[in-house]
DNA sequence: ATGGTCATGCTAAATAATTAGCATGACCGA
DNA sequence: TCGGTCATGCTAATTATTTAGCATGACCAT
């Protein structure tokens, strides 16, 4: 895993891919819609091009348009993601950074998600006893 | 919360800012040699001005030397990473994001951090009852 | 006190990114 | 079938980024 699929973009590269990871795919039309200070069609459609020429992106054919999507599935995306996020804000612990999402301002959680994460941790802790 | 904050940033300004995100502060030196597929130190130097310039950075002495610190706390830039990441990969469920972290092969939580984590939704819990 | 080392600042050149312009072809409705 | 709309591709110019070069000053050891 490079680092460069993530240091290796420039900004619109960037803010592409991610329009493309939230939605998991989307038209020229639609990116150029999404993009913060939207710049000409032209200028996004070149942008679409390199970033396909990269290797970053590919895209399919809807009758008279193009469909673009990511090249790398979001879950490897994902994960190097976090990792990078981990490294960067949290010293690397993923607790912490768990512990930040349940607390943190920004998220309220349902009890219904409670639930789910207690699942999950539960399952850690069984893994964890079967080592 | 302007969203310029991370978009705003060219790919060199960016790595040197989550460099000083994850290590807190640090010199010239330090930072030129975290960079990747480090420039020379004159470059480094030059990418720190404009840095600072615009307001993301600043410096302190340290003798003959300078110390440089982000202008944002790591908690309010942790804030925005975590939410741009939610919305990029996680479609805003904190709370698979959480899971992610838990579950993913990124981390390997020790019992204690599990413990810590448990804490954590167990608060969340109690405080909803609060409302 | 002189030369080497290591820091700084500034500036100009080279490179990369971003942009818009224009050409082309498919399709649909008048 | 003609004209408008909306896609596409390619190319060249503008703009931003990144880079290294050089000057200066502090400090330390010889």
């Known amino acids: 895993m490079t680092d460069s699929s993530v240091t290796g973009l420039s900004r619109r590269e960037r803010q592409i891919l991610d329009i493309l ?32 020429q990269k ?26 993601a976090l990792k990078h996020m981990l490294t960067t804000f949290f010293d690397g612990s993923a ?5 930040a999402l349940v ?3 920004a998220a309220k959680l349902s009890s219904e998600e409670l639930d789910q994460l207690q699942a999950v941790i539960d399952k850690a802790r069984k893994e964890k006893s079967n080592d």
């Open 103 to 105: 607390d943190g301002s």
């Open 21 to 52: 990871y939230s939605r998991g795919k989307a038209t020229a039309a639609e990116i150029l819609a999404a993009l913060p200070d939207p710049p000409s069609y032209s200028a996004a459609r070149a942008l679409l091009r390199i970033l396909e």
């Open 55 to 80: 290797g970053h992106i590919r895209h399919e054919s809807d009758g008279p348009r193009y469909i673009f999507l990511p090249k790398v599935s979001r879950q490897k995306a994902r994960a190097s």
């Open 95 to 99: 607790a912490e950074a768990a512990a």
